[in-house]
């Protein structure tokens, strides 16, 4: 078989399909992860005490936990427990935990970062905290948050390769198969990398667009 | 049950811990030892050589581990001629993933050393390479400290990718211990908390290091 046969039949349809799945997976994941993340972070600054503390906790397993042993639990561990869940649907799971833990640290960080005299000012204005929240505090912060959360959303392309590790046929899944297959590593791996590099640096260019969209004048 | 499964396996385990320690400490050195160059070359080199560091940065930072994996440990490596074990597989290919971002690390804090620094040494008759080595990389090193330390636990996680290619880290040795025993979630849940501990632990001990070294009123964002 010759390298042009070899790439259009072949390579290319598996690819696309592989292609469709991870961005499947980031898809769904993505919106999840950073409200998930929002609502932990907002937990852990305003919730009480017992509240702050189980979000940390939170965060402190799902990242310093890796992320193919987290899928590895949730795929081979949970049936044990009579949950049985499809690949696909234990990839997101364990994709929305790790987006949402790191997603959580930044916007966390960038509550923080606006001033506590807003909240105080809103509430002397007669808005209950849940308002002063929603309108003062978290549309500066998320805003500032855009960096970091569109970095994570970066990272999560690359980590969706991990879906195959739980048989998840992706991107990377797809390779590995056809390589195998048709004992072609070079040709394929250099394939999909350049397939990765395109959609992570398209990413980076949409991620510094939005940044410049919504940064706040002045 | 599942404990005494624990202590019975535990050596094996073991075993497993010193393997990922062992993966992260290479990949940390072979980091920082061609990261540091990749950084020099990125702010004194000649445009060839900065866009040349570009690329490999772009390439690193831009792929899965997994996807380096593959490539490096199914075909460059054999394409080389080189049958190396999938141990220093591993260690090659998370260490240079961490010099691509320890490189930007090491960037930003020559970068934040400032010029005039450079022109002073140059105008007291030292050469060039005498003012980077005693003048802006002492300064530098402390500052890139922090950035740098945030590598490890990033590097301890990915590590696990390396049971991909059948390095026996901790992961693997786990998931071995599940198949052979059908005990899922208590080895799986003790994996984990020896993953968190481990990375607690380096970090604190960093952080020791840290302290140690620091310059009373330098730092980030003194000096």
Known sequence: ?218 | MALSILIDWFPYLFSGIVLTLGLVASALIIGAGVGLPLALGQVYGSLPVRSAIATFVWFFRGLPVLVLLFLFYFGIFPALGLDLPAFYVGAVVLGLWGAAYQSQVFRGAIQSISEGQMIAARSLGMSRFQAIKSIILPQAMRIALPGWSNQYPEILTESSVCYAIGVAELLTRSSQIVSQTYVTMPIYLACAVIFILLSYAGTSCIHMVEKKIAIPGFGPGGS
Do not use: H
Not at chain 1, 25 to 45: E, K, N, W
């Open chain 1, 1 to 218: 078989m010759d390298q042009i046969t070899f790439i259009f039949d072949i390579m290319v349809p598996a690819f696309a399909n592989g292609l469709l799945i991870t961005l499947a997976l980031v898809a769904v994941t993505a919106p999840i992860g950073f409200l998930l993340g929002v609502g932990v972070a907002c937990g852990r600054v305003y919730g009480g005490k017992g509240l702050s503390w189980l979000m940390q906790l939170y965060t402190i397993f799902f990242r310093g936990c890796p992320l193919l042993l987290l899928l590895f639990i949730l795929y081979f561990g949970l049936p044990s427990l009579g949950i049985v869940l499809t690949p696909f649907v234990a990839s997101v799971l364990g994709f929305i935990f790790c987006n949402s833990a790191y997603n959580s640290e930044y916007v966390r960080g960038s509550i923080l970062s606006v001033k506590e005299g807003q909240l105080i000012a809103a509430k002397a204005l007669g808005m209950t905290k849940n308002q002063a929240i929603l309108n003062i505090v978290l549309p500066q912060a998320l805003r500032r948050s855009i960096p970091g959360v569109s970095n994570e959303f970066i990272y999560l392309i690359k980590y969706s390769s991990l879906a195959y590790m739980i048989t998840v046929i992706e991107l990377t899944g797809a390779s590995k198969l056809i390589a195998t297959k048709y004992f072609a590593y070079n040709e394929t791996f250099i394939a999909v990398a350049i397939v990765y590099l395109a959609l992570v640096t398209i990413t980076t260019f949409g991620a510094n667009a939005l940044e410049k969209k919504y940064a706040i004048p002045g």
